[in-house]
């Protein structure tokens, strides 16, 4: 079971052994798996066994017994973890200039630990919910590519934004009238957010004017995109007072023009 076998008639058709059948006239039989919708029955001489090689450098070392130093083992180990994100480690602990407070720290555990990449945060005010934010975002910035990251805060708090953000190394740019509808235009021409506002902050007083939402006569908006603008990560401040019913309302419209979206 699990062998793989070529056909000796036609040496390319492969496959692996999945079930082995009764014998005919003292002949063993296998069944084999070729793909989805071709699976063939074969008497033992009609298949050549494929050797096994080993999966990697590793198994082949130890077939061999070619044993590692204690160094290696350790590179070795070190490089695993790096290509492969542990859910029990905290890759951004000491990437931002900010005094440790363990408790900020347990919104990036909870998302990590999610099954969707999706989460509210809903601490009293002054606790650090920007803080939490930005480490959320340099701990998601080790494991994958955040190459587009967009902040949708009210307008007076922007410029904090902005700063907060610069503890983390992180420079964004604050979108006026003037560069959202750039950026707009830019998708609608290059299919893609310009790379010049990878890293945006817009404010809900302007996000959410129709011209920018829906379009209009000579420009088109979010909503009417066609490829719509994709962000790895998009941050959404003071979500839970009266901007609610915006983000809402837009959610909605999102999903009703992109109804794959998820």
Same mark, same amino acid.
Not at 169 to 175: I, N, V
Not at 188 to 203: D, F, K, N
């Given at each position: 079971?699990g062998?793989?076998? %070529?056909?000796?008639? #036609?040496?390319?058709?492969?496959?692996?052994?999945? $079930?082995?059948?009764?014998?005919?006239?003292?002949?063993?039989?296998?069944r084999?798996?070729h793909? $989805?919708?071709?699976?063939? #029955?074969?008497?033992e001489? *009609?298949?050549?066994? &494929?050797?096994?090689?080993?999966?990697?450098?590793?198994a082949? %070392?130890?077939?061999?017994?070619?044993? +590692?130093t204690?160094?290696?083992?350790?590179?070795?180990l070190?490089?695993?973890r790096?290509?492969?994100p542990?859910?029990?480690?905290i890759?951004?602990?000491?990437?931002?200039? !900010?005094?440790?407070?363990?408790?900020?720290f347990?919104?990036? &555990?909870?998302?990590?630990?999610a099954d969707?990449?999706?989460?509210?945060?809903?601490?009293?005010?002054?606790?650090?919910?920007?803080?939490?934010a930005? =480490? !959320? /975002?340099?701990?998601?910035s080790?494991?994958?590519?955040?190459?587009?990251?967009?902040?949708l805060?009210p307008k007076?708090?922007?410029?904090?934004?902005? *700063?907060?953000?610069? @503890?983390?190394?992180?420079?964004?740019?604050l979108?006026?009238?003037?560069? +959202?509808?750039?950026?707009?235009d830019?998708?609608?021409?290059?299919?893609?957010?310009? =790379?010049?506002?990878?890293?945006s902050?817009?404010?809900?007083?302007?996000?959410?004017?129709?011209?920018? +939402?829906?379009?209009?006569?000579?420009?088109?908006?979010? =909503?009417? /995109? #066609?490829?719509?603008?994709?962000? #790895?990560?998009?941050?959404?401040?003071e979500?839970h007072?009266?901007q609610y019913?915006f983000?809402?309302?837009?959610?909605?419209?999102? @999903?009703?023009? +992109?109804?794959? %979206? $998820?």
């Amino acid at each position: 079971m699990g062998q793989i076998v %070529a056909v000796r008639a #036609d040496p390319a058709r492969k496959g692996p052994i999945i $079930s082995e059948l009764e014998p005919v006239d003292g002949r063993r039989r296998f069944r084999v798996f070729h793909s $989805s919708d071709v699976v063939r #029955d074969y008497v033992e001489d *009609q298949l050549n066994e &494929i050797p096994l090689e080993p999966a990697s450098s590793w198994a082949s %070392a130890l077939i061999e017994q070619e044993w +590692l130093t204690p160094a290696v083992l350790r590179a070795a180990l070190v490089a695993t973890r790096l290509n492969n994100p542990q859910l029990d480690h905290i890759y951004a602990l000491q990437a931002a200039r !900010i005094r440790y407070i363990p408790f900020q720290f347990k919104p990036v &555990i909870r998302m990590l630990r999610a099954d969707r990449p999706r989460l509210l945060i809903a601490d009293d005010v002054g606790v650090g919910k920007t803080i939490e934010a930005g =480490l !959320i /975002l340099k701990e998601l910035s080790t494991r994958q590519s955040l190459d587009r990251v967009l902040v949708l805060c009210p307008k007076a708090l922007t410029f904090k934004w902005r *700063q907060e953000m610069r @503890r983390f190394d992180e420079d964004f740019r604050l979108l006026t009238a003037q560069g +959202l509808r750039y950026c707009l235009d830019e998708v609608r021409l290059e299919g893609q957010w310009p =790379l010049e506002y990878a890293r945006s902050i817009v404010h809900y007083e302007l996000f959410r004017l129709e011209p920018y +939402l829906t379009g209009d006569a000579t420009h088109p908006g979010l =909503l009417e /995109l #066609d490829p719509p603008p994709w962000f #790895d990560l998009v941050i959404a401040d003071e979500a839970h007072r009266s901007q609610y019913d915006f983000i809402d309302g837009f959610a909605r419209k999102v @999903r009703e023009a +992109l109804p794959n %979206a $998820s």
